[in-house]
C-alpha cells in the first residue's frame, strides 16, 4: 500500500483550481485501491515559518551538532521531512503567481531541504538525495495560457529542487490554464484523461 502526502498552497481555499486540479489526481490514485494513507497538508492554513537571523543558522548546522534550541527551531521542519519520507506519493498544488510558485509552497521548500537530512555529500562533495524512489505529481493552475515555447518556470524549477537536493527525479505535471477567462470552467477529467492508463505503477 502508499501513502499520499498532498500539498495545498492556493489562498483561494475551495475556489482554488490548482486545489481542485491535485485533489483530482489524489481521486485518481485513490480509485487504483492501493492507499494506505492521505496525509494532507494545508499550507494557507498552517503557514510554514520563513527563515530569520535564528533559524538559518540551525538549516546550515550538521544534524550531530542539533541541540535543544535545533529541536524548538526546526519543529515545522522536521514534521514536514517526516510527512516527505512517510509518503511515496506526494501531490502538490501551485498556483502560478509572476511566473514562479505561491509564496508557502516556497517557503515548504526552504524548511523541508537541509544538508544532512534530504541531501548528503559523498567523498566527491557531490550531493546525493535522501528520499529516491518516490513519485511526486503537480498540479498548476494559470490564469492565462502559456504561450507555445515559453519557459515552464514552476516546474522546471520544482523538478530541478527535488532532483538537486532530494534525490526525487520522477516529477509529473498536469496543468489547467486560462482560469481568468470569461465564462471559464474547469474540466478536471477531461486534463486527467489518461492518468489512469499512464500511472497504474508506482
Known amino acids: 500500500m502508499k501513502n ?8 483561494r481555499g475551495d475556489l482554488s483550481y490548482s486545489k481542485g ?5 489524489v481521486e485518481k490514485i485513490s480509485q487504483q485501491n492501493i492507499i494506505g494513507q492521505i496525509t ?7 503557514q510554514p515559518p520563513h527563515a530569520d537571523e535564528m533559524s538559518i543558522h540551525e538549516f ?11 529541536k ?12 516527505v519520507h512517510e509518503s511515496d506519493i506526494i501531490v502538490i498544488g501551485t498556483p502560478m503567481f509572476n511566473l514562479g ?7 515548504w521548500l526552504d524548511q523541508l531541504i537541509r544538508a544532512g537530512v534530504t541531501y548528503v555529500f559523498d567523498e566527491q562533495w557531490n550531493r546525493v538525495g535522501q528520499f529516491k524512489g518516490k513519485k511526486v505529481y503537480l498540479a498548476v493552475s494559470s490564469g ?7 519557459p515552464d518556470y ?24 486560462g482560469t481568468m477567462e470569461n465564462g471559464f470552467k474547469a474540466d478536471y477529467e477531461s486534463i486527467l484523461k489518461d492518468f489512469n492508463s499512464t500511472n497504474e505503477v508506482f
Not at 72 to 83: D, G, M, P, Q, R
Not at 101 to 107: C, E, G, Q, R, Y
Not at 169 to 175: A, G, L, M, Q, S
Request: proline letters at 2%; a negative charge; charged letters at 25%.
Open 144 to 150: 492565462g495560457r502559456s504561450a507555445e515555447g515559453a
Open 4 to 11: 499520499i502526502l498532498h500539498i495545498i498552497s492556493s489562498a
Open 154 to 177: 514552476v516546474s522546471a524549477y520544482i523538478k530541478d529542487v527535488f532532483r538537486n537536493y532530494s534525490g526525487i527525479t520522477d516529477v509529473e505535471t498536469y496543468r489547467i490554464e
Open 60 to 70: 546550515y548546522k550538521h544534524p550531530e551538532l542539533y541541540d535543544e534550541q535545533s
Open 40 to 46: 494532507v497538508r494545508d499550507l494557507v492554513k498552517d
Open 101 to 107: 510558485i505561491s509564496t508557502p509552497l516556497k517557503a
Open 72 to 83: 524548538k527551531l526546526l519543529s515545522y521542519a522536521n514534521t514536514i521531512v517526516n510527512e
Open 21 to 25: 486540479l491535485s485533489s483530482a489526481i
